[in-house]
């Protein structure tokens, strides 16, 4: 996520322009998507745990 923000501001900053600014943006998306799988995991992962009660006694 922090990649794909830096490649864009540096493809941005850069002269004469370059190309890929599509991947940068598809860099970022990933990063975002992989944070919300993260979360959703971990969350999935608490309540399995949550449900198996007091199995662990």
Known sequence: MSCGR???RE??????????AGLAT????AGYLGIA???VSLLA???IIDS?????D
Not at 11 to 20: D, K
Not at 26 to 29: A, H, K, L, R, T
């Open 11 to 20: 493809l941005a900053e850069n002269q004469p322009p370059r190309s890929g």
């Open 26 to 29: 598809v860099g970022i998306v």
């Open 45 to 47: 992962l608490l309540a």
């Open 6 to 8: 830096t490649a864009k």
């Open 37 to 39: 799988v993260g979360v």
């Open 52 to 56: 198996l009660g007091g199995a662990w």
